[in-house]
């Protein structure tokens, strides 16, 4: 059964930093792009940054270019999400997220979810 | 970035009502757009992939079509489990892979 169980979340000042970890189980983690998204108190889904298989490639949204690092770790099955200089808007529900790709291998989509963990920023 | 214009962003249907759900790309996109549902105080869930394709396990009542930049959820015969809230996201080309805004769906 795969598993995605995010943790690392919690009240941060602003202008703080937080690291955000997702273990990941029942797969085989280092054949996957993963993902974050992220979810505002009473908001819709924005999505925040994935990263290849192997790290060599990694996208961010531009809100969060610069501030949040995302990385993986494959031999520990986890992926991660390093957020720096945190404001105020970057309060919500982060969610890992596992990438898979239809039969034919172009179209990719969201297919697992962990179940989020929740970061506040407020001094 | 591209931009996904969802509508409408709540609607009041009742048990059994056909029901649309409407998701815009602000530029061409082929199929690459899945749809979502998401219930209060959980992770979101795929219905619908490269614009059409049902997710294994989803019921055959959701279905998802394509009309250039058009998209569309519909849900023949409205159940009660399926009150939630339905959001698109496109996957084309590099990241980001931007949701639409939302379409919260209520009992009437």
């Known amino acids: 059964e795969v598993q995605l169980v995010e943790s690392g979340g919690g009240l941060v000042q602003p202008g703080g930093s937080l690291r955000l970890s997702c273990a990941a189980s029942?797969?085989?983690?280092?054949?996957?792009?993963m993902s974050w998204v992220r979810q505002a108190p009473g908001e819709g889904l924005e999505w925040v940054a994935n990263?290849?298989?192997?790290?060599?490639?990694?996208y961010y949204v531009d809100s969060v270019k610069g501030r949040f690092t995302i990385s993986r770790d494959n031999a520990k099955n986890s992926l991660y999400l390093q957020m720096n200089s945190l404001r105020v808007e970057d309060t919500a529900v982060y969610y890992c997220?596992?990438?898979?790709?239809?039969?034919?291998?172009?179209?990719?989509?969201?297919?697992?979810w962990g179940q989020g963990t929740l970061v506040t920023v407020s001094s | 970035d591209i931009q996904m214009t969802q509508s409408p962003s709540s609607l009041s249907a009742s048990v059994g009502d056909r029901v649309t759900i409407t998701c815009r790309a602000s530029?061409?996109?082929?199929?690459?757009l899945n749809w979502y549902q998401q219930k209060p105080g959980k992770a979101p869930k795929l219905l619908i992939y490269?614009?059409?394709s049902l997710q294994s396990g989803v019921p055959s009542r959701f279905s998802g079509s394509r009309s250039g930049t058009d998209f569309t959820l519909t849900i023949s015969s409205l159940q009660p489990e399926d009150f939630a809230t339905y959001y698109c996201?496109?996957?084309?080309?590099?990241?980001?892979?931007?949701f639409g805004q939302g379409t919260k769906l209520e009992i009437k």
């Open positions: 029942g797969f085989t983690f280092s054949s996957y792009w």
């Open positions: 990263i290849k298989q192997d790290g060599s490639e990694k």
């Open positions: 530029q061409s996109i082929s199929r690459y």
């Open positions: 490269a614009a059409s």
């Open positions: 997220a596992r990438n898979d790709y239809d039969s034919s291998g172009y179209y990719d989509y969201l297919n697992y």
């Open positions: 996201q496109q996957s084309y080309s590099t990241p980001p892979y931007t």
